[in-house]
């Protein structure tokens, strides 16, 4: 049996986390053991590796002694969406305008009509924007927000974070902030990352978020990246639940990183003399793509059997917008049709980590997600990177 409540701690339905937390604090300060036999010590005190969501549900719905009260916190799920898009609208004709492309090109190669991009505003700008309509939509105070993760690589300073400048806007004085940086995946991984802490007990309000400012580090005489890229801001708000969030998959090829590459800035070192670098986006358009029709149908196989469901019973697969052609290569790879994948590249062009949270506010506010739908997540890109979620609406 696990330890009572520990001590300061009133609330009932906290009981369970404050003995895994108990556990886990006895583990950090007396029983730190060589890697090698942690998950020895994990398989023996917990009986699943805390790695793995299915088996931990599993652990927590049939080996929890007690058995779990109701409302105990099982997963996580959505429970509000917002989202952005910058102020300017350029569309395909208007770039024809200033390089040498066409709208026939870009279209045809990517799906991609129009793409919205920043003038005076910022990426914090536009996650206020779609964080207070998550906020709303959730009917969560951002004054009770306890964790804020901004998923982006284009935040607007080094530091503070696009997470910080958020709190600070939006009130959420209690709120721990962070971004992630990775790229077109960087949504997918805040989700997970925000998950983990609320299904550890120890968060009851998430703020995830996915925001880019894109326009501001293409290489504007490129005409084969910054034709493809968008500026905007999705947000979600995840609250514990007993359904929600059923199965992941998550992966990272550092090897590959150069295929899409910005190195941004490099000082003047006095000590290397080697010359100041601002830098912009690259991409090896070919390999990223032959990684994305590879990698992503996988990632979406793994995460629908770390769930447990079937394609054929998704509702919508909600992926990250990069290419039109990508999307229907993933679409047959999987032998599920077309119209299961929701389109938004058309209007907003690549977005990186804001493509997925827009799309997803876009369908849940034109009422096209009900209760107890199952729906695809997924991100893949720079890292290079990818994560798929399957969830419960
Ligand atoms: O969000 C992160 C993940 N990113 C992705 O998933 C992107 C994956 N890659 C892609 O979507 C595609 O590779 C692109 C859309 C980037 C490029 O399409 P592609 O069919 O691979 O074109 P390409 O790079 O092979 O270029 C074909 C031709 C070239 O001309 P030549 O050498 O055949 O004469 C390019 O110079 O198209 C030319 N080109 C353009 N022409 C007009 C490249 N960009 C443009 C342009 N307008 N904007």
């Not at 583990?27 to 793995?52: D, S, V, Y």
């Not at 639940?241 to 998550?250: C, F, P, R, S, V």
């Amino acid at each position: 049996m696990p330890p009572t409540a520990a001590k300061g701690v009133a609330d009932e339905n906290l009981r369970f986390s404050s003995w895994k937390f108990a556990q886990g604090r006895e583990f950090l300060t007396n029983k730190m053991l060589p890697i090698g036999q942690q998950e020895e010590w994990r398989m023996k005190t917990c009986g699943f590796h805390p790695g793995n969501s299915r088996k931990g549900r599993e652990f927590l719905t049939n080996k929890m002694p007690p058995p779990a009260a109701k409302g105990e916190v099982m997963t996580s799920r959505i429970t509000g969406t917002g989202s952005c898009l910058a102020g300017t609208c350029v569309t395909n004709d208007w770039l024809s305008g200033i390089m040498d492309t066409s709208d026939e090109w870009i279209r045809t190669r990517t799906g991609i009509r129009e793409r919205h991009l920043v003038k005076e505003e910022t990426t914090t700008d536009m996650a206020y924007e779609a964080a207070v309509q998550a906020l709303e939509q959730a009917s969560v105070a951002a004054e009770d927000l306890e964790l804020i993760v901004v998923g982006t690589v284009t935040a607007d300073h080094v530091t503070p974070s696009a997470a910080c400048e958020l709190q600070a806007r939006l009130g959420a004085d209690r709120a721990m902030a962070f971004d992630i940086n990775a790229a077109c995946s960087g949504f997918l991984f805040a989700i997970q990352t925000a998950d983990a802490f609320l299904q550890a007990g120890r968060f009851k309000n998430a703020l995830v978020i996915g925001a880019e400012s894109l326009s501001r580090i293409m290489d504007w005489s490129d005409r084969s990246t910054c034709v493809l890229f968008g500026d905007g801001a999705g947000a979600a708000v995840l609250q514990p639940a007993e359904t929600g969030i059923l199965g992941y998959d998550q992966g990272c090829d550092g090897k590959k990183g150069s295929a899409l590459l910005c190195v941004n800035r490099k000082n003047h070192n006095p000590l290397t003399d080697e010359e100041q670098i601002v830098d912009y986006v690259h991409m090896d358009g070919q390999e990223v793509y032959r990684f994305a029709v590879t990698t992503v149908p996988a990632s979406i196989q793994k995460a629908l059997a770390d769930a447990g469901v079937k394609a054929e019973d998704v509702k919508y697969f909600v992926l990250h917008q990069a290419n039109l052609r990508i999307i229907q290569s993933v679409a047959k790879r999987l032998h599920v049709p077309e119209e299961k994948f929701p389109i938004g590249l058309d209007h907003c062009g690549n977005m990186s980590a804001a493509s997925v949270p827009v799309l997803l506010d876009e369908i849940n506010r034109k009422g096209m997600l009900e209760k107890g739908d199952k729906i695809v997540l997924s991100g893949f890109g720079g890292g290079l990177s990818w994560g798929s979620i399957v969830m419960e609406w």
